[in-house]
């Protein structure tokens, strides 16, 4: 693991890495999941990103892009946390990794770390650990949110996990509420 000194460790997004960011003019550490580079690299994407993908290997070479998967034990800890949020089906597993990635560096490394994604719920489950966060291009989140689960037709309260789900009871798709905000300083 890598950390220097009086430097944050940056921990990036796959929306990060897609603004084309020049490594060069950072400074200190980068941490990324595999996953996140799997996804840059999407067959689909592949001509468009080719210098993206590029730079990332030129940084990974250079020591200057780490990748790392975080514990199992970390990436369950999110869950739980995204659970109390609501925010659990709004997370894909990637997000979920670069979440308890940013967890297990601050804790295990006792240093600051900063996790640059544009995704709110990530957002939110980052203020709701206080994991520091920071968007680029567009405004990050203003409030922590609390979500429920519920049914808009029946306006039954589900469990989190529920989410996207159809209603055991009418059939309509299950959709989430605000259930409560916190203002963010």
Not at 16 to 35: C, S
Not at 102 to 131: F, G, H, P, R, W
Request: include cysteine.
């Amino acid at each position: 693991m890598i950390a220097l000194k009086n430097n944050p460790i940056l921990i990036f997004d796959t929306n990060i890495f897609l603004l084309g960011i020049d490594f060069n003019v950072i400074e200190g550490a980068i941490y990324t999941t595999p996953r996140v580079i799997e996804e840059v690299k999407h067959k689909r994407y592949t001509n468009k990103n080719r210098n993206i993908i590029n730079r990332i290997q030129v940084a990974i070479e250079s020591k200057k892009l780490v990748l790392q998967t975080p514990s199992n034990r970390a990436i369950q800890d999110i869950e739980t946390s995204s659970k109390t949020t609501g925010d659990y089906r709004a997370l894909s597993i990637v997000d979920k990794e670069l979440i308890a990635l940013a967890l297990e560096l601050k804790l295990i490394l006792n240093v600051d770390v900063i996790l640059y994604t544009n995704d709110y719920s990530m957002q939110n489950l980052c203020s709701e650990l206080s994991i520091p966060f920071s968007a680029l291009i567009r405004d990050g989140i203003k409030t922590r949110v609390i979500w429920e689960v519920f049914c808009p037709f029946c306006n039954e309260i589900k469990a989190v996990e529920e989410f996207g789900k159809e209603c055991e009871i009418c059939g309509t798709r299950l959709r989430r509420r605000r259930k409560d905000e916190i203002k963010l300083i």
